[in-house]
Every structure is written in structure tokens, then in C-alpha cells.
């Protein structure tokens, strides 16, 4: 029998990966998407025609009951939120609203249509922030250390108080950083590997960074996703931390890219103050082990074969776009 799959956020990363993933798997793939005036379809391009679209918005309970009553999904997943670290200093309500209490929102959305349904939230490793202990894993207590680490340490605990409220299969994925050619740029990673695209192509000469001395655990979306899915297939709903076991600085994330097309970073790399956080997240580093042991889940991409292949992507974009 064919799943249905309800997506927020499905024209991100993340979703257009596991978009991708749950089509494979033969599911009928519902996308929920906010009305703008141009969409925004880069991701999710190649397999548009095999999604149906619903409009809606976090925000909108009433727009989310409708998605899940068109959609009767077995699954939702969301993904939704505002999701850079450094815009939820700047927008601390929207973020707030975003990533927090629209989780409340889907999840009362499904409570009401579809109770039996089975509810993936994307959680955070921001939320653990200024870290109690090394590596976090599930039972480490949060200490955010932004308005974004906060509004997930608030949808993470929703999820729970749902789960063990009115005993619906709810699941949080407490993902570490995770990134592929189709992340935004204004994240570190594709910021780097698009700048030293540019830089390689004449286009540009330098790259004006923060904190290089900070450590993040960096994996594949495309691996991360199949974690989501897992968790959704468990005879119980549980939590679980996804990531590589792996810490790498801003620093060597630089080296690899810029070493990847013969260049030099130091060569081309600023130090700008505009870009150290008001309060820095220093040492991310998960412990996936239960993840592994319970999920069967594993890792196929490495960190440098991520990096290099960001480069090169971004490479063949630019040189495509100026042919």
C-alpha cells in the first residue's frame, strides 16, 4: 500500500533530499510551501512534477489543518523554520514564532485530522550551545546560545510533551550540522566553497570570515535524511542525535576548499568582525551511537569528499552561468 508523506520545508536542503528519498521509496509526496510572489524551486527543480503542492505556513494553524486533511498522511515530517543562527538575532520573534511555536501548530494540526500519523521534528544541536559535556548525546541537557537554539530547545520539548500527552508517534531528530551543495549561502560551508568558486574563477578576490578556531561535527544531508526516515519506521517513538562523531574547525573546513582548486586560503581570507557571533557556540561534537545501534543507520560521505563536492558543484554553477 503507498504512504503518504507530508513535508514542510520541502523546498530546503533537507527536504528536497528527503523528498527524493521517500519518491524512491514509492510514497506520494505532499510539499507544504508558503505563497511568495516568485517560488522558490531551485532544490526540488528535477522532481517537482512528481510532488503535489499544498500552500500553508507555520504560522496558520487553519492553513495546516487543511495540508493535513488533503494530504492524510502515514508521516510528517517537519522541516519548516527559520533556520539561520545568525538571522534570529536579528529576527529573535519570527524566529521564535517560526521555529517554535509553529511546531506546536503542525503538531495540533495532526492531533486533530490524523492523530495516528507518525511526526518527525527537526531538531537541533544548537540547542545544546554552550556545551555541558563532550560528545552530546540524547540525555545531555540544552544550553542554547541564540534565539534559534532556543525557539528548537522549545519545539524539541512540544514534540515530547505531545508524545507523552496524547500518545502520538513523535520523534525528534537532534541532527548536527549537515550540508550539501544545496545549502543556503549564507551558511559557513557553502559560503566558503561558492566564495572559493568565485575566487578560482577571476570573479572575486577575497572571502571576509568570523570565528575560524570554531568547531563544528559536519555530515551529508543526503545521509542525515535516511536517519529521518528510520526514525519514523521504529516500533517506538523515540529521539535520537544524528551526526558523524567527527570535529573539524571553520579553519580546516577553509583549507580543504580552497586546497581543493590549488589555492591558498590565507591568500584570500579577512577576518571581519561583522561576522563573530554576539555569543559563540564553541565545540559541537555528537555522540550517533544509538542511532547506529537502533536505527542501523550509517554514514557513506566523509568530511573532505563533502567539501570537495560543494566545490565542485559551485564551480560548474558559476562556470555554467557564465557561459
Known amino acids: 500500500m ?20 521517500l519518491l524512491e521509496k514509492g510514497y506520494k509526496v505532499f510539499g507544504l510551501r508558503r505563497r511568495t510572489s516568485v517560488p522558490i524551486m531551485e532544490n526540488i527543480e528535477h522532481i517537482k512534477n512528481d510532488i503535489e503542492f499544498i500552500d500553508g505556513d ?22 519548516a523554520a527559520q533556520s539561520f543562527v545568525g538571522t534570529s538575532w536579528i529576527q529573535p520573534v519570527l524566529t521564535g514564532q517560526s521555529t517554535g511555536i509553529g511546531v506546536t501548530n503542525i503538531l495540533e ?21 554552550k556545551v555541558v559535556e563532550t560528545p552530546q548525546k540524547e540525555t545531555t541537557p540544552f ?17 515530547v510533551n505531545y508524545r507523552e500527552s496524547f500518545d502520538m508517534y513523535a520523534c525528534s531528530g537532534i541532527l548536527f550540522n549537515h550540508e550539501s551543495p544545496r545549502r543556503g549561502v549564507e551558511f559557513v560551508t557553502r559560503k566558503v566553497t561558492d566564495a572559493v568558486a568565485r575566487i578560482k574563477l577571476g570573479l572575486q578576490k577575497e572571502l571576509r ?9 559536519w555530515g551529508f544531508a543526503g545521509d542525515y535524511v535516511k536517519a529521518m526516515h528510520l526514525m519514523l519506521q521504529q516500533e517506538t517513538p523515540d529521539d535520537y542525535v544524528i551526526s558523524t562523531g567527527e570535529t573539524h574547525t571553520v579553519e580546516e573546513l577553509v583549507d580543504i576548499a580552497f586546497g581543493h582548486v590549488g589555492l591558498n586560503w590565507q591568500d584570500h581570507i579577512v577576518i571581519d568582525q561583522k561576522f563573530v557571533r554576539p555569543a559563540e557556540v564553541d565545540l559541537l561534537l555528537g555522540d550517533h ?10 554514514l557513506e560521505v566523509g568530511f573532505k569528499q563533502l567539501i570537495t563536492m560543494m566545490v565542485e ?6 562556470q555554467k552561468s557564465l557561459r
Request: charged residues 25%; hydrophobic residues 35%.
Open 209 to 217: 570570515m568570523g570565528n575560524l578556531d570554531a568547531k563544528r561535527d
Open 58 to 79: 507555520l504560522l496558520d494553524l487553519s492553513s495546516l489543518i487543511n495540508a493535513v486533511r488533503i494530504s492524510n498522511p502515514d508521516e510528517v515530517y517537519n522541516l
Open 143 to 159: 544550553y542554547p546560545r541564540s534565539p534559534y537554539g532556543v525557539a528548537k530547545v522549545y519545539g524539541h520539548w512540544i514534540t
Open 313 to 318: 558543484s559551485d564551480l560548474e554553477r558559476i
Open 2 to 21: 503507498t504512504k503518504n508523506a507530508l513535508i514542510t520545508g520541502i523546498t530546503g536542503q533537507d527536504g528536497s533530499y528527503l523528498a527524493e528519498l
Open 289 to 298: 551511537s544509538k542511532a547506529k545501534e537502533k536505527l542501523g543507520w550509517e
Open 109 to 129: 494540526a495532526v492531533r486533530i485530522v490524523k492523530p495516528e500519523a507518525r511526526f518527525y521534528q527537526a531538531s537541533s544541536s544548537e540547542m545544546f550551545g
